[in-house]
């Protein structure tokens, strides 16, 4: 199911903490042998388990092509380390310098191209390619999701590969210099899935000028995906791609890529899209889903004193008998509120939890009283979890779990009055998994954590709660739970810290220096386990000061949360 991977992740034994006096074991899945960081996706009923490493120890920098007269390099070393680095001799900092080098010339195509995130299989401790076939990397790849059949969702930004390139000659350049350059492939960003040693793409109805862009986010075991796409680009954004990239000064493949990556004018329109795989696992074509739009119409707002609005689908999650659910956006164009982000008087417009069926597309929430609201999971009896705002842009996330059968919504009673809740997943026995604001004990901090809600009981817990005292971990987000409750998250443990060459950092006495790391873990319940009381001891974690869930550095350099497949 995978190809060679760059590095090979090594096995070490699990880091296993159990008694009778908690409610989860925990099992360390990664760290994986030459990162720094893991963090968590998805997890099937098999237990085998998706998500992504970063932080790649001694990062494999072409010396040979390095412009060693850039300012940083120059700015970061002396000449004689300059010297040493040239004969091979690459120490922690010049690797600092190399590294900065090539992430500061990002837009200079002439420079290696940069690799931050690796697609992992956690249970087996090994990378899974998903665009890119050679090493080393030269993209960001994810993995989100692994169906009960291996089946494995995941997408990557294009790969490149260097070419040598010969400007046309001008007037002014009559014999213009042959350069190397890195040229993408086709794909801006590209879902992938992965089954039986194939790897197939998602593509999006819309290819042209580049080959368009697909982001799923979840899979079901009955073969169905969801996501978002590129679906048509105005005519106007193509008559100046057509312009500008002629072949002329630059290969058109890398001038559609510049266009389409620049994410300040985002040209391509993206929507909402499904793929059904077939009896091979081969994904078909795309099929569009349409919005809410104004006053639930599906069409857009005609007023033409206010500003058009961008009207699109970001479906979240499917269960297994093809029911999605999602968001969408909605507006009411008798309803002119003043936006503090863009400083003007605008329709009101705000995503609202939708679901999906067919070409219908329902919200269930009461839009007077709540603006805005997304649904994140589904499980196979209809149960939908997500969170909901009171008032966009000033409101803390509230938890809602909603039964399609008895058309209920219901609010569970979480850690705080004002605690911000996201779930992520729901699994058929009605538990549910995400990321909470939490209380640090004894303190008036805020951190964030992940939590366990089972819908049956009514219970809500900080996961930390259900683990031993000294378990050395300290959950700050739950991805997914199966069938089994078996949870998958991202804790933080502490551990010795190592330097970019992955060499333990130690003070002028000789002791190694400790740091936070984030590492992916397994929970695994306890029968007739009871929480242990660890009252005497301060936890730690994911700290913030204020009242809201900022998601930190672990979301926000990675992958959404919002995605699932109920098992």
């Known amino acids: 199911m995978k190809l060679t ?64 007269a850039n300012a940083s390099i120059t700015g970061s070393l002396s000449a004689a380390e300059i010297e040493e680095v040239k004969k091979g001799n690459v120490n922690a900092k010049a690797l600092q310098a190399l590294l900065f080098y090539l992430n500061s010339n990002i837009s200079d195509y002439t420079v290696q191209r940069f690799a931050g995130t690796f697609p992992i299989r956690y249970d087996i401790r090994q990378q899974i390619k998903l665009r890119e076939t050679k090493a080393p990397q030269t993209n960001y790849e994810y993995l989100l999701d692994i169906t009960d059949n291996g089946t494995m969702l995941g997408y990557g930004s294009a790969p490149f590969v260097k070419q040598a390139f010969t400007p046309a000659a001008t007037e002014a350049i009559p014999n213009p210099v042959t350069k190397q350059l890195w040229v993408p492939e086709s794909g801006s960003v590209l879902g992938m899935v992965l089954n039986n040693g194939s790897r197939y793409p998602l593509l999006p109805i819309y290819t042209q000028y580049g080959g368009g862009i697909s982001v799923p986010k979840a899979i079901s075991n009955s073969g169905i995906v969801v996501g978002t796409g590129s679906v048509s680009l105005a005519e106007a954004t193509a008559t100046s791609i057509n312009t500008s990239c002629n072949g002329a000064t630059e290969p058109k ?82 309803d002119i509120r003043y936006n503090p982000r863009t400083f003007r008087d605008e329709v009101f417009t705000a995503y609202q939890a939708t679901i999906f069926q067919g070409t219908e597309l329902v919200t269930f929430f009461d839009l007077k009283e709540w603006e805005g609201s997304r649904a994140t999971s589904i499980n196979n009896k209809n149960i939908i979890v997500g969170s909901a705002v009171r008032r966009v842009n000033y409101d803390q996330e509230r938890f809602f779990v909603y039964d399609m059968n008895t058309q209920k919504i219901t609010f569970p009673k979480d850690l705080f009055a004002s605690a911000s809740v996201v779930p992520a997943a729901i699994n058929n026995n009605n538990q549910v998994v995400g990321i909470s604001s939490a209380y640090t004990d004894g303190s008036s901090t805020i951190r964030q954590v992940g939590f366990w809600y089972d819908l049956t009981t009514d219970s809500f817990h900080d996961l930390n709660k259900l683990l031993p005292c000294n378990s050395g971990f300290t959950v700050i987000a739950a991805q997914d739970i199966n069938d089994k409750n078996v949870i998958v998250a991202t804790a933080t443990k502490k551990t010795e810290a190592r330097d970019l060459k992955g060499d333990i950092i130690k003070d002028a006495a000789g002791n190694a220096i400790i740091e936070e790391v984030a590492v992916v873990v397994q929970l695994t319940p306890v029968a007739n386990g009871t929480p242990d009381n660890c009252t005497t001891v301060v936890e730690e974690g994911y700290e913030r000061q204020g009242g809201g869930l900022g998601f930190g550095w672990l979301l926000l350099s990675l992958f959404p949360l919002l995605r699932r497949r109920s098992s």
């Open 5 to 68: 991977p760059i590095f090979f992740a090594m096995l070490p034994a699990l880091a296993v903490f159990a008694s009778q006096a908690e409610v989860y074991q925990v099992a360390e899945l990664g760290l994986v042998e030459g990162y720094k960081s893991s963090f968590a996706a998805g997890i099937n009923n098999n237990n085998q388990t998706v998500g992504t490493a970063s932080g790649q120890f001694n990062y494999p920098v072409d010396l040979a092509a390095v412009n060693y």
């Open 253 to 334: 493949a890398l001038c559609y890529y510049q266009f389409i990556s620049n994410v300040n004018s985002a040209p391509y329109d993206m929507a909402g899209l499904v793929w059904t795989l077939d009896a091979n696992g081969k994904p078909g074509p795309a099929t569009k889903y349409g919005y809410l739009g104004d006053k639930k119409t599906g069409l857009p707002h005609t007023r033409t004193d206010y500003a058009p609005v961008l009207y699109a689908s970001v479906p979240n999650d499917v269960n297994d008998a093809g029911v999605v659910v999602g968001m969408s956006v909605y507006t009411d164009s008798t």
